[in-house]
């Protein structure tokens, strides 16, 4: 049963990566890939003696660190109040509404924010007028300190329901035999969401921990590139942006290939890193 799977992965995921070959060549489409002029690793000494490249490695990294800290306390955080709630409609309702975001494209959600954050018709600046705390509208699109907050909360919101699904999962597993205990030991709800709930999904945690560090280097693109503008372009551009930018739409495919090299290689070894140092305290691992 799992044969199709693998020729669909082997056809779509593997057999690709021939074209890394076109990171160490001048490549020109009409030659073919084998038919190229070699030029060994001028590409990857570009890459990093360009200071654009070197801004949004900064970029990603910081946008990357920033989504992977709030979506996964969020999350955690979510999970656990969702899962104290009795009623039982309340809390199918609370769960349908909070993943609903995730499989809006993220077309629609930069719509919203650019909405929700309009200097002229935007609620934000309408709320903070109101209580007083501006005395004139602010473009936070037009202001640099505000980019990378943008993303995270557009992140979580988006993602924040989808995510804690996983953790409401891994707490049914929880043996409620560990609450009747803890309750006679005198625990109330939050002692028992410490000391039962969090040791319980701790394993989970660390799984989702360590696949979600080899995507440091995945900050996204759309919400970037769509929210992003010439003003704040230092802040907005990803590596992913810099690849359609500087590589596919100047048709250097050769330095795009480099970059995606450059990505999959940081990812393969924060991965194992990360592994590791699971493996090194005890805790679950992947492999």
Known sequence: MSIPFVIYIVIFAYLPLAGWLMAFQNFQPANGLLNQQWCGLSQFKFLFSDPTFLLVIRNTLCMSLINLVLSFVCSIGFALLLNEIRITFAKKFIQTVSYLPHFLSWIIVTGIVADVLSPETGIVNHVLLSLHLIKMPINFFAATKYFWGIVGISNVWKEVGWGSIIYLSAITAINPELYEAAEIDGAGRWQKMLHVTLPGIKSTIFILLIMNIGNI???????????????????????????????????????????GIFKSLISITLVVLANRFAKAIGEERLF
């Open 217 to 259: 280097v995945n900050a996204g693109f759309e919400i970037q590139y769509l929210l992003g503008n010439g003003l704040i372009q230092s802040v907005s551009q990803t590596i992913d942006i810099f690849v359609l930018k500087y590589g596919i739409s100047l048709g250097n495919y050769s330095l795009a290939t480099a970059a």
